[in-house]
Structure formats: C-alpha cells, structure tokens
C-alpha cells in the first residue's frame, strides 16, 4: 500500500513537463484559432504578402485584438459551399463509418475465435499497415484504381465491364480509400473486447437452448458494443475532418470541411475564414470527442 | 470446452481470408510495380531497379528523406520522454489538480483532425514569431506522438503489478530509485514500442508538417505528395517501397525485442 502513496508525489512533479508543453502547444493554440477566426478577413490578410510572411501574422493576431466580428461565421452560414461542405463531411464520415464497422465487425470476429496461439500473429497483421504511410496505402489504391490500372484490366479480361470504369476522381474511390485506410482502427477496439469475451457466456446460451445466431445477438453482440463505440469514436471523428483522401481519391466537384479549410488557408490564404472553419469543425466533433475522452478514460484508469 | 468455442465457422476464415487479403493485396501490387522496367507504370516491361537508382538520384526527394529522418528521431526522443512522463503521472499520480484537463489534452490529440492541429500550431508559431523549418514540424510532432506514448506506456503501467515496486521500497530505495530499479526495466518494451510507433507516425505525417513547415524544408510526406497530385510515377512505387521495407524491419525487430524480454517473464508491449 505504502508505494502507491509514496509514488505520488514525484509522479505529480512529473506532470509538470508535460503539462507545460500540452498547455502550450494544445490548448493555447486554439486560443488563437478562436481570435483569428474573430479578426477582420480584410484587415488581417494584407495582399501582396506571400502566406507565410510573419508581418501578415503579426496584423492578423493584432486585428484581433481590435475589432472582433462574427463576420467569417456569417459568411459560413451565408454561403453554400461551407454548408454543403460540413453536411457531406457528415455524411461521409458516417457512411464510412458503417462500412468499416460491417467490414470489420466480422474480421475481429474471426480473429478472437482463432486458436490463441494464433491470435498475436493476426493482430500483428492487422497492425503492420497501420504502421506503414498513409499517403503509401492511399498512393497504392491509384495504382489499383486508375484508368488502366489493376482493377480495370481484370475486370475487362473477366468481361465483366465493355470499357474501362472510372474509377478515380469518384465517390467510391474515396470510400475505399478510407475503409483501407481506417480499417485497423475498427478492428482493434473490437477484437479487444471480443477477445476478452468469457467462452463459458456462449457455452450457458447453448445450454440453454439458443442456436449460435441467436448465441450471437443475445449475448456476444451486446457484449462487444464498448469495442463498437470505441471503434466508431476512433473512425468517425478524424473521418469528418479528413483531408488527404477526398483530396487524392474524390472528385473536385463536391468538396469536405478538411478540403474547405485546407483551400482557404493554402490556395486563398484567408486565415481568419480557415480558422473559423476550424472552429465550426470543433463544435461539430465536441461530443463526439467528449465520449471518447471519457471511453479511453475509463479503459485506462478503470482497472487502477 | 474452450476448444468449442474457439472452432472456427466456414463464416470466419472467409472474412479473415478476405480481410487480409483486402489489407495486403495493394501493398504487394505496390512492392511489385516499384521493380518494373517499363515507364508506363501499368504494363509490365520485365523486372528492374531503375526507379531505385533515380531515387537515389534524385537530390531533393533525399533532402526531404533527410529532413523527415531527423524529425523523426529527435521527435520520437522528445515525445517518449514527455509521453513516459506523462504516463506515470497519471497512473502514478492519485487525483492531481486539474488532472481531468490533463488527460484530456493527451487523449484528444488521437483523434483530433489534423488539420486543426496543423492550423492551431501553425498560428501559434506565427504569433510566437518563430521561424518555420525543422524546428516547428519537430515541436508539432512531438506534441501529436507524445500523447500516443503516453496511452501506449500507460496502459502497460496500468497493468504492471506493483509488489516489485513496494519491494524495491522496502528494500530502503526512494521513490526514484524505486521506479528506475523495479518500474523502468519491466516498461522498457512499452517505453520502446512507443518510441518507434512516434517514429511512424512522425515519419507519416503530411497534414501537420504542411502546416508547420518553412518553405525550402519540405518533408518527405510533402514530396511524395506534391508527385502524387500529379499521378502515378515508378520512382514513388520505389520510395514507397523503400519505406515499407524499412517500417516492416523496425516492427520485426520490436516484435523479437519484446519476445525477448516476454521470454523473460513479462507479457509484450501493445503496439
């Protein structure tokens, strides 16, 4: 008992470096996000001035202090660009969302029902693409996808298409890419909780009488739903705010709020419109990453 | 009786069959394409290095090798002692003041977009007036990966039993001497993996460094990018190919390292 007590006192002086550095670099950042998305769009982006000019910062940051509007929030809500861009962000996200969780539901599935000497073999399958690039995997679906690429040529030597399909530049392209590439994250959560499941649970349902289907949604399935939300927390929240994907895979016509605040800050150098969008997507996320905040928490620190 | 319930369905090996598959087939296509001789990257021309030899030809694709190598590894290092830290302060720690706000800045990071992250630092290094360059991709790194060391050496602290620690206390260490003699050597492989997943992750980045770098420092990321928008070329089948190989040695070496020390008596690291 006495080391439990004994540890805490340098413990808390070990928070202290990275307390610091969090604060700074986490917290007070969104501080100026918040005051420049507040400041003037005019004012605070002088033309002329190449976008990483320190001067155009320094004004941005100083017009914030003087003259706080709402005006980039009104033009978000004015005009349709923004609007659409959040609503298809939505709905991408959770579009994707349920794919993976149908994908991977039935991958986690057979991997905690795999002999347990197998078991760490597969998990280390299912981890070694999450180490490699995420620009690799999403680069390898364009060798895959484009016009005479892999998946073209199979599919006219099947005869199953006349002519090569579009694929790149669409909707599906870009759902594939984000499956491939969020796939792990689904898996883990759920293969965690499954794994974890009592076999004697499913022994008792049989005893008494349920077929393994009814096994299944009466006691494995319920079970698992902390690995569920895990899983859909951990998919669904970045989705929203992805960028690199829809840029590679999806077409220009209708863009995500990841695009939108990459263009504005990039491509038209409106810092202010860039960091209110920022913003929006924060708000958007909130709860969402307040229920994880809280699930990791607890899988964390519940065992202590 | 276990061995009922761990029979696997016709159902299973079917969506574990597929599912790998699905992982792994368009990492291979990639590997293989790297090594085709022919410049149109879709007809394959015989087996061949060329696109190898541009690579290493080709003087700014090394400079941003280069640059993200070292961001990478003093990022990594910056990270899992902060990450490490952190860790022990908050399964060490009892309940600190503004513990809640702590813990929640480390775990937002996880899955908080990145261009959020990107955009929030980069404001914050103009407001700062600091020159962007490898300095601030190093320091927004550091930010993002040390929050994954953290759940990584946490959940390993987490799990570790403590009568070695009150051992080592009753035995008349101090708290730090106690957590270097008893703690440090059974979370080394946690500490260890955390440091190579921060490599990854570092050496992956696109968003973040985008946001955050100078011009004339780009990052290999941002390279690869700039190429890629510009369609499929056989010299990145060869870059990319590079990198995997590298990746998969690392997680080889990690996995025989913590066989090693799961060899020992301790269970292996997550991650």
Redesign the interface.
């Known amino acids: 008992?006495?080391?439990?007590?004994?540890?805490?006192?340098?413990?808390?002086i070990?928070?202290l470096?990275?307390?610091l550095?969090?604060?700074?670099?986490?917290?007070?950042?969104?501080g100026?996000?918040v005051k420049?998305s507040l400041s003037q769009t005019a004012i605070a982006q002088p033309p002329y001035l190449p976008v990483?000019d320190?001067a155009a910062?320094?004004s941005?940051?100083k017009a914030a202090f003087v003259a706080l509007s709402l005006d980039n929030f009104r033009l978000l809500v004015s005009d349709n660009l923004y609007v659409l861009s959040c609503l298809r962000s939505v709905i991408v996200a959770s579009v994707s969302t349920a794919i993976l969780l149908a994908?991977g539901y039935?991958?986690a599935?057979?991997?905690a029902?795999?002999?347990?000497s197998w078991q760490?073999l597969?998990m280390?399958?299912?981890?070694?693409?999450f180490?490699?690039?995420?620009?690799?995997?999403?680069?390898?679906?364009?060798?895959?996808l484009?016009h005479?690429?892999?998946l073209n040529?199979i599919l006219l030597a099947l005869h199953v298409v006349a002519a090569p399909v579009v694929w790149l530049s669409t909707d599906t392209a870009m759902f594939v890419g984000i499956v491939?590439s969020y796939?792990?994250f689904m898996?883990l959560p759920l293969y965690a909780t499954l794994a974890k499941l009592q076999?004697?649970l499913?022994?008792a349902a049989a005893d008494l009488g349920a077929s393994p289907r009814r096994a299944f949604w009466l006691v494995t399935f319920p079970l698992s739903l902390p690995g569920v939300g895990a899983g859909v927390?951990?998919c669904f929240?970045?989705i929203?705010?992805?960028?690199?994907i829809p840029d590679?895979l999806a077409g220009s016509d209708s863009i995500m709020i990841?695009q939108t605040?990459?263009l504005e800050?990039?491509t038209n150098r409106d810092?202010p419109v860039?960091?209110a969008l920022?913003v929006v997507?924060?708000a958007l996320?909130l709860l969402p990453?307040l229920i994880?905040?809280r699930l990791?928490?607890r899988q964390?620190?519940g065992?202590? | 009786m276990a061995a009922r319930a761990s029979r696997l369905t016709r159902f299973n090996i079917a969506a574990l069959a597929l599912g790998f598959a699905f992982l792994y087939l368009p990492i291979v296509i990639l590997v293989i394409y790297s090594f085709n001789a022919s410049k149109l990257v879709t007809v394959w021309g015989g087996w061949s290095l060329r696109w190898y030899g541009d690579f290493f030809n080709d003087q700014a694709m090394l400079a941003a090798a280069w640059m993200s190598l070292r961001v990478a590894l003093v990022s990594a290092t910056a990270a899992t002692l902060l990450g490490t830290l952190a860790a022990v302060a908050l399964s060490r720690g009892g309940h600190f003041r503004g513990r809640t706000l702590f813990s929640g800045m480390l775990y937002a990071p996880l899955v908080m977009p990145e261009v959020i992250t990107g955009l929030s630092l980069l404001l914050l290094f103009v407001a700062l007036d600091a020159e962007r360059g490898f300095w601030t991709v190093t320091i927004a790194h550091t930010t993002l990966t040390m929050c994954f060391v953290a759940v990584v050496v946490q959940s390993r602290l987490g799990s570790l039993d403590r009568s070695l620690e009150e051992a080592a206390m009753d035995l008349g260490c101090d708290p730090v001497r106690a957590f270097f003699a008893a703690t440090v050597p059974l979370i080394w492989p946690a500490v260890a993996a955390g440091w190579m997943l921060a490599c990854a992750l570092s050496l992956d980045d696109l968003v973040i460094a985008s946001f955050t770098t100078g011009p004339g420092s780009a990052t290999l990321p941002i390279r690869i990018y700039s190429e890629v928008r510009l369609g499929v070329k056989p010299e990145i089948n060869a870059i990319c190919t590079l990198i995997i190989g590298v990746v998969t040695l690392v997680i080889v070496a990690a996995s025989l390292a913590s066989k090693l020390s799961s060899a020992r008596g301790e269970s292996a690291a997550p991650l």
């Open positions: 008992m006495s080391a439990r007590r004994i540890f805490t006192r340098p413990a808390r070990a928070v470096a990275p307390y550095w969090m604060a700074l670099f986490f917290l007070v950042p969104f100026f996000v420049i990483f320190l910062g320094w941005a940051i994908i039935p991958i599935y057979g991997m029902r795999l002999p347990k760490p597969a280390m399958l299912v981890i070694v693409p180490w490699t690039s995420f620009l690799i995997r999403i680069y390898a679906w364009i060798n895959i484009q005479d690429g892999l040529k491939y796939l792990p898996i076999p004697s499913l022994e927390l951990l929240i970045p929203v705010g992805e960028f690199v590679l990841g605040l990459w800050f990039f810092w860039a960091s920022a997507l924060l996320l990453l994880y905040e990791q928490r964390l620190e065992a202590q």
